[in-house]
């Protein structure tokens, strides 16, 4: 016993490792000191007196006093099992483990499962067997065995009852396992479906963070606008002083001086009558207008679907006849039978105020920048600095919480137009520019050249530095000058195949960049203009109706038509380069980068999509067929970076994302 003892002791000065307590070793050669006490208490007993137990209990007692033994004891009693298991793990297994480890917070709080199945059950029915791929992974089975399921049995034979049994058993859990793809398919669907809501809403958040970004860029670009203005006049003021100072300084002339000698009078009756007209500076009806360029671009439509609406404007009572914008979200002008003009804040869907001056309806009008240009059945054109209106952007809602709104806002389209604030376009008249004895039916600015076409059957040129006509063009006259020069009919004058109607304009529209201008008149003819010349260098001809709308870029020209079809021309060679045909005349077009759109005698605007090569509609004729409205027919466009304008013949006016 006692060698027993001996060759079982635990010795405490053991280097700590394989002969510690803690080691696989000395937790062995403790657990046989236990068993054989224990063997001892339970055992038949051969020592009556019991020495035998007090002795083992001894050895037991005189180790746990020890104290590195009580050490480890107590490092393993606050050691958990998992921390001894993970001890014996190799490098490789605890690296994985960490990898993939999960903080006990995250366990806490995980998602309910719904799902009907277990984990086993899913693998089960999406592992491959009855594919090409599955085949691979099934146990080789042998030949004498796959001649045995193949040999002929007799019907009535239990081996054949047995052999349907078993193929029913295998169509009854494949179709088993199919029912568990399906529902774990379905259960998929609906997870992306809530993802899909979840980030639905994300979107509609982030997007109102958006607008309402831009809403305070607006009313910075107003405050910047007002400030610079400020700023101008303030210039303004102290130039004049500085001139009186300059002239007070400037000693007086002498009677004798102011009186006209005969040489004087012979000098200045010798003088042409052109240089005796008085100059555009010494004319005091006439401003000198500024451009002024935005200094930021509105991106909220881009991110509409194409196709819906952002606004609804009722805005006139009458046939919308003109409207242009400057920019998304902007500043817009329309006019109409009803002999109103009127300025529009696009982003909160106001009114600025009206526009008095013409004496008849406004048949042409553009907007660039802050500069507007219209063109009038009085034969008259009117420049406009639109800068110089007096609007609050923020509308009669910014600090008043608790009272009436003013009515500026047209938020019901079935409401009537409210008159805008009276006063409020007082300072936006430039100058008039009055050469033409007809009314004007189109007119293009860029920069300081105008040029405008009338039904007095002439073009004419404008300097808009001078305020005054610089050049003349008879379209009759051109056109047969080139069908002299050039030996052809092509240039003449000629009558379209259908009849003429009363709504088609002698000039229906034109364009000019710089000294290039083209234009597009009831005979059909686009013709292209040098305005150094004023000849026509080249003719169009293609249509058969009266040309009502064009665009050019610097490759290609886009014309609509009476005749019910747009054309899009080869500027480098002259030829139709493309032609689409509707089913009623063409009344307005307007192309950006992406998209022509047109008003072709619909509810809807016509959308052809030059990247995607397809014709699509936009409009209220689309989204209020379920309502059960009947929209009124689209008579002009204007579209701008996919912001698309629209107006109606019942006065209304819709912004559209396209």
């Not at 006093?65 to 993970?86: C, E, H, N, S, Y």
């Not at 000849?535 to 009266?546: D, I």
């Not at 397809?614 to 309502?627: K, L, S, V």
């Not at 009947?630 to 912004?655: H, N």
Request: net charge negative; aromatic share 6%.
């Amino acid at each position: 016993m006692a060698d027993s003892d001996a060759n079982n002791a635990i010795h405490d000065d053991a280097p700590v490792g394989e002969d510690s307590i803690l080691s696989s070793r000395g937790i062995e050669a403790f657990t046989r000191k236990v068993t054989t006490t224990a063997s001892h208490l339970v055992g038949p007993s051969s020592d009556p007196s019991g020495n035998h137990y007090h002795n083992a209990m001894a050895q037991v007692h005189k180790q746990l006093r020890k104290p590195g033994i009580q050490r480890g004891m107590f490092t393993m009693a606050r050691t958990t099992p998992t921390d001894l298991v993970r001890s014996k793990f190799s490098t490789a297994e605890i690296q994985s483990r960490a990898l993939s480890y999960l903080p006990d917070e995250m366990l806490k709080h995980l998602p309910e499962n719904d799902n009907a199945y277990s984990l086993f059950q899913g693998f089960q029915a999406t592992f491959p067997e009855l594919t090409h791929d599955g085949k691979k992974h099934r146990r080789r089975v042998s030949r004498g065995r796959k001649m045995l399921d193949e040999s002929p049995t007799a019907p009535d034979s239990p081996h054949h009852l047995h052999k349907l049994k078993k193929e029913r058993s295998s169509l009854m859990h494949e179709l088993e396992m199919l029912g568990i793809r399906k529902n774990m398919a379905s259960s998929e669907i609906h997870e992306i479906d809530n993802k899909i809501a979840n980030l639905a809403g994300m979107r509609r958040i982030i997007l109102e963070r958006l607008a309402g970004l831009e809403q305070e860029e607006a009313l910075l670009e107003h405050d910047i606008v007002d400030m610079e203005g400020r700023i101008d006049d303030a210039q303004a003021l102290v130039d004049e002083a500085e001139s009186i100072a300059a002239a007070a300084d400037t000693p007086n002339k002498s009677d004798d001086d102011d009186l006209v000698t005969d040489q004087d009078a012979d000098e200045f009756m010798s003088k042409s009558i052109y240089e005796k007209l008085p100059s555009a500076s010494s004319t005091p009806s006439k401003r000198r207008h500024k451009t002024m360029k935005r200094k930021s671009m509105p991106i909220l439509h881009e991110h509409f679907e194409p196709g819906s609406m952002i606004r609804e404007i009722k805005a006139h009572a009458d046939n919308i006849t003109a409207l242009d914008f400057d920019v998304p979200f902007g500043t817009m002008v329309s006019a109409s039978l009803d002999d109103a003009v009127k300025v529009w804040d696009l982003n909160a869907g106001r009114c600025i105020g009206l526009l008095e001056g013409h004496t008849a309806s406004v048949r042409a009008l553009q907007v660039e920048d802050n500069i507007l240009a219209t063109g009038s059945m009085d034969a008259t054109i009117r420049l406009w600095d639109l800068s110089r209106a007096h609007y609050d952007p923020q509308g009669s809602q910014f600090g008043r919480d608790d009272e009436d709104d003013d009515g500026m806002a047209f938020e019901n389209p079935d409401d009537q137009p409210v008159d805008p604030p009276e006063g409020s376009m007082a300072d936006c008249p430039l100058f008039t520019l009055e050469s033409h004895v007809d009314e004007i039916t189109a007119l293009h600015f860029r920069g300081d050249v105008l040029v405008s076409g009338s039904a007095d059957k002439t073009l004419r040129q404008w300097d808009l530095v001078k305020g005054r006509c610089v050049q003349t063009l008879d379209v009759m006259w051109a056109a047969a000058q080139a069908s002299v020069s050039i030996g052809t009919g092509e240039g003449t004058w000629r009558q379209t195949n259908r009849p003429a109607t009363k709504s088609a304009d002698f000039v229906g529209s034109l364009q000019v960049f710089e000294s290039a201008l083209a234009c597009g008149t009831a005979d059909g003819m686009v013709r292209l203009w040098d305005l150094r010349s004023g000849q026509v260098h080249r003719s169009l001809v293609g249509h058969t109706g009266p040309v009502t709308c064009l665009q050019f870029d610097d490759v290609h020209l886009v014309t609509g038509s009476l005749d019910r079809s747009i054309r899009i021309w080869d500027l480098r060679t002259g030829s139709i380069f493309d032609a689409y045909a509707y089913d009623n005349p063409v009344t307005s077009m307007m192309f950006d980068s992406r998209r022509i759109v047109s008003a072709a005698g619909e509810d809807v605007v016509k959308v052809y999509d030059k990247m995607e090569s397809r014709q699509w509609d936009c409009g209220a004729g689309i989204t209020e067929t379920d309502t059960g409205r009947t929209p009124a027919i689209v008579e002009r466009v204007r579209i701008k970076d996919g912001y698309l304008v629209e107006g109606r013949r019942d006065g209304i006016i819709g912004a559209w994302a396209c």
